[in-house]
């Protein structure tokens, strides 16, 4: 198995995508039909073999933490409520992880939070969940980009193929497809403003030796000014093969409104208790024609407030 069983989960950003909602609960807390957006990576990881999870949070984040202990008074009003459904619902939970918990004291990036989990990770290799890129997939991606790791044993990031206008939102890898998913890369950077050197962009997965630690203490502040994970990952890339894997499944940037909104929806709809009903009420907005109904609303209104309208491609 090569011993991977360590998974790190930043989570000590701000959330500024998200304002207001974020100003004062953590956007990994913000829930995702019924589950807070934090437990769908964690679920992830648990079901990629992974059991040494640790979280990276900053202050005001103490709810993270809270939502997978155990609450006793809770658990104890349950139980003399005879509410044994919602009881078993909150112990598994709890019970679903033990979590470590790290505190990264400034903003300083992506890269800088990972290196905050350093002594918790150990000599180990292991992997990264940035908790906003939800993926939706068969096979939790993680276990996806596990066989690529268990068998080469080198690092693996997860890759998606982006729009040209997209490309300078992501970090981009250079390098050569080489067919079965796999991509060797050669080069990356983050956030390019020109000349992306692929459409393949990094997508918030990772599976890292400990190696990369004395790269991101060397590392010096990047984009956004923020010491970054892809000038560091840069640096790896020199040392040895190095893999992007373009995983099976949808990603959602679950850390802005749109994406947000958009996970919400598919994961309402595949929701075993919420899922039918959810899909009736859209189908009766959006059934029979309805849909163009509003858009002819909408359209109706711009122009009566005298907005150009809107031009349809
Ligand atoms: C981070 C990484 C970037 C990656 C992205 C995926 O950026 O720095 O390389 O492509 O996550 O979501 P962020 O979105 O945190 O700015």
Do not use: W
């Not at 992830?44 to 103490?62: C, F, H, N, P, Y």
């Not at 068998?151 to 970090?171: F, H, I, K, N």
């Not at 050197?197 to 890292?208: E, F, N, T, V």
């Amino acid at each position: 198995m090569n011993g991977l069983r360590t998974c790190v989960f930043p989570c000590a950003g701000f959330g500024t995508r998200f304002f207001p909602a974020t100003k004062v609960i953590p956007k990994e807390m913000l829930p995702l039909v019924d589950k807070p957006i934090l437990q769908y990576g964690i679920e992830e990881a648990r079901g990629s073999g992974m059991d040494k999870l640790i979280i990276v949070t900053s202050q005001g984040k103490d709810s993270i933490i809270d939502h997978f202990d155990r609450s006793s008074s809770l658990e104890r009003s349950l139980r003399e409520r005879e509410k044994f459904d919602l009881l078993s619902e909150v112990e598994a939970v709890s019970s679903m992880v033990d979590l470590i918990a790290v505190r990264q004291k400034d903003a300083l990036g992506l890269g800088h939070a990972v290196l905050t989990a350093r002594d918790a990770v150990g000599n180990d290799p292991f992997a990264v969940v940035l908790p906003d890129d939800v993926i939706l997939s068969d096979e939790p991606c993680l276990a996806q980009m596990r066989r690529v790791f268990e068998e080469t044993g080198r690092p693996v990031v997860a890759l998606m193929e982006v729009a040209p206008e997209e490309t300078s939102r992501y970090g981009i890898v250079a390098g050569e497809m080489k067919g079965n998913r796999r991509f060797k890369v050669s080069d990356m950077v983050e956030k390019p403003k020109t000349d992306p050197p692929s459409s393949y962009a990094i997508i918030g997965r990772y599976i890292l030796p400990p190696e990369i630690f004395p790269l991101l203490e060397k590392t010096q502040r990047g984009a956004g000014g923020e010491i970054q994970l892809t000038d560091a990952l840069r640096q790896l890339v020199q040392s040895g093969d190095f893999y992007g894997y373009v995983f099976e499944g949808r990603r959602y940037d679950a850390g802005e409104k749109l994406g947000y909104l958009k996970a919400t929806v598919d994961y309402a709809l595949r929701h075993p208790a919420l899922g039918k009903e959810f899909a009736a009420y859209l189908q009766g907005l959006f059934g029979n024609g309805k849909a163009i109904d509003r858009e002819a609303a909408a359209d109706s209104g711009r122009a009566a407030r005298s907005e150009k309208p809107r031009q349809r491609v």
